[in-house]
């Protein structure tokens, strides 16, 4: 293979980083630089190049998307490579199955080669299990599973220490292993083989280990590494410590300060970013964790796009209307991506979307099992044309033409919480949300939420952006209350010489002639409803798939129909 074509495509930064020979290199990767592109530039460069036998490198990842990603790669450049030579090719989970599986002497901790891995649940469902059958005083159970993990010295005075040994025992028993125990079991076992860390108990030993998104790692997964690495073994890291979002399950406190004091790492840098405009990466640097310049290879593009909703559905009805308005402009619907903070969000998006016959994907949630235990090659999943709706978390890593990103009120974005390292950790989420986008990114705020803790209004992350960096579509028309004005047009006409109970009479006449016929509305957005309740002043309307809306009717474009039942 012609390893030098794959060489001249590269920047100046990027070859420096695939050509470092050091033993030990941590790439900065700054957001849409060519991380990726490094990373299996590096595995080809160095097998073609080094010759350094695929055998011998053990590549890193932390999502099967990014392993499978790397491997099609590299099977597509090679024709003849076989998918065995890529079996140290994986997430940090699979890896570690497959020595267990392959390489290393589990039996001397109970189990045997046929173990099972099992669900976060189904562990749960054990440690419950043994907490009945053995009497174990336990607090605060509905935190059991963020206790067990977290909890090494117990907060509380109970029985959890011994809910450890026995669920540790009766794994061993059952011969099953959790996703934890993966990576704890491979990190004893080779910490046991120290002086050469054999693999398959042969003399080969691993020359390079490869790491993407190193950054999020936590302490179980790095001292994998240190299990792993002997001291002839290089070790090559890539990542961005900007975008650290998985502290709540444990990342290592600055990992790149760590690698570079404990491996005396170089570092480097990849400063330029291919994927979004120049008025994005403006605006995403206020939320950087240290400031730094992001340096882009695009133009200007637009300003960023801010806009208010009055509540989550109106919101959906506006989106809907964009996306169909951008599809027929020629743009793909997987060009489109809509981003929230909690997952709940989606579902009037999902409704509405639906009823509008927009085609839309809502990435399954994944627990733990988003890091992968099958060390057998996986096929990519085919990407459809529709519009990915998801959560801020599972945007990282992806990219799209338009971005949009919802709920920016304070209580959702971010989330409520006085914690520093909270705040910081909300502002490392909004970054990497704002540069998924590629040339347009919108914002939008309630000021009727409806999440609990949701604060009206636009939040302070809006503001952080300075004003030259956005466009807002101007004021907005006061959002006026249905029900006060309701009281304001009634009081209005009480003050008029016309007696109340003329009025009165006049809606009891009203009432008796809906008796007689059903009423039915036709709206331009939710089409034909039946009318359910009616005034002088109001009038609500129940929709299929929208529910109950109401309308002032004299503030409302209603296209009226009345029906006369069939007597049964």
Not at 110 to 129: C, D, H, N
Not at 229 to 240: E, Q, S
Not at 481 to 500: G, I, T
Request: net charge negative; charged share 30%; glycine share 4%.
């Amino acid at each position: 293979m012609n390893y030098q074509a794959e060489l001249d495509k590269l920047n100046e930064n990027q070859r420096e980083a695939v050509l470092d020979d050091s033993a030990a290199c941590i790439v900065n990767a700054n957001v849409g630089s060519g991380k990726t592109t490094v990373l299996i530039s590096k595995i080809i460069y160095l097998h073609y190049a080094k010759a350094v036998p695929y055998e011998k490198m053990v590549v890193l990842t932390f999502t099967n998307k990014a392993a499978n990603e790397i491997k099609e790669r590299l099977l597509t450049l090679e024709e003849n490579l076989e998918v065995e030579s890529l079996k140290y090719f994986g997430t940090f989970h699979s890896v570690a199955l497959y020595f267990l599986k392959e390489c290393l002497p589990v039996d001397t901790l109970g189990y045997t080669k046929e173990f099972q891995v099992i669900e976060p649940e189904e562990e749960l469902e054990l440690a419950q299990r043994l907490i009945t059958e053995h009497k174990l005083k336990i607090k605060y159970k509905n935190r059991l599973r963020k206790r067990l993990e977290t909890e090494s010295v117990p907060r509380y005075q109970d029985d959890l220490p011994l809910l450890r040994e026995k669920l540790k025992a009766e794994k061993v028993r059952e011969d099953v292993m959790s996703f934890s125990d993966l990576l704890t079991s491979a990190v004893t076992l080779l910490s046991r083989d120290n002086s050469d860390k054999s693999v398959k108990n042969t003399s080969e030993k691993l020359e390079w280990i490869i790491i993407d998104e190193v950054q999020d790692s936590d302490n179980q997964q790095l001292e994998f590494i240190h299990m792993l690495k002997d001291n002839h073994t290089r070790l090559f890291a890539v990542g961005d410590p900007n975008q650290v979002i998985y502290s709540w399950r444990g990342s290592a406190f600055n990992v790149f300060y760590n690698l570079k004091a404990r491996y005396d790492a170089r570092e480097l840098t990849l400063p330029i970013n291919y994927r979004s405009s120049i008025s994005i990466l403006e605006a995403a640097r206020y939320f950087l964790q240290n400031g730094r310049e992001l340096t882009a290879s695009r133009g200007q593009g637009q300003k960023i796009m801010i806009k208010e909703h009055y509540d989550p559905f109106s919101e959906a009805i506006y989106l809907a209307d964009k996306v169909s308005e951008l599809h027929a402009q020629g743009v793909e619907y997987k060009e489109i991506g809509i981003f929230y903070r909690l997952q709940n969000q989606s579902e009037i998006l999902e409704q509405v979307f639906l009823n509008n016959e927009i085609p839309c994907e809502v990435p399954k949630k994944k627990a733990p099992v988003i890091y992968g235990v099958d060390y057998q090659p996986e096929a990519l999943e085919a990407e459809c044309d529709t519009v990915k709706l998801m959560t801020l978390h599972a945007s990282k890593g992806l990219e799209f033409s338009y971005v949009f990103i919802i709920g920016v009120n304070n209580g959702l974005i971010p989330l409520a919480g006085n914690r520093y390292e909270g705040e910081e950790e909300e502002r490392r989420l909004f970054f990497v949300g704002m540069t998924r986008a590629k040339d347009y990114l919108e914002l939008s705020f309630y000021t009727n939420p409806v999440t609990p803790g949701t604060f009206p209004g636009p939040g302070r992350f809006l503001q952080m952006i300075p004003d030259e960096l956005k466009q807002d579509e101007g004021k907005k028309q006061e959002k006026i209350d249905l029900h006060e004005l309701k009281k304001m047009v009634l009081a209005e006409r009480q003050n008029k010489s016309e007696p109340q109970k003329t009025e009165q009479e006049s809606l009891g006449k009203e009432k008796i002639e809906q008796k007689k016929t059903v009423q039915q509305i036709e709206h331009a957005k939710y089409g034909i409803g039946t009318v359910v309740e009616e005034d002088d002043v109001m009038i609500t309307v129940e929709f299929p798939g929208y529910g109950s809306k109401e309308f002032m009717k004299g503030f409302c474009d209603l296209k009226w129909f009345s029906i006369t039942p069939v007597e049964k």
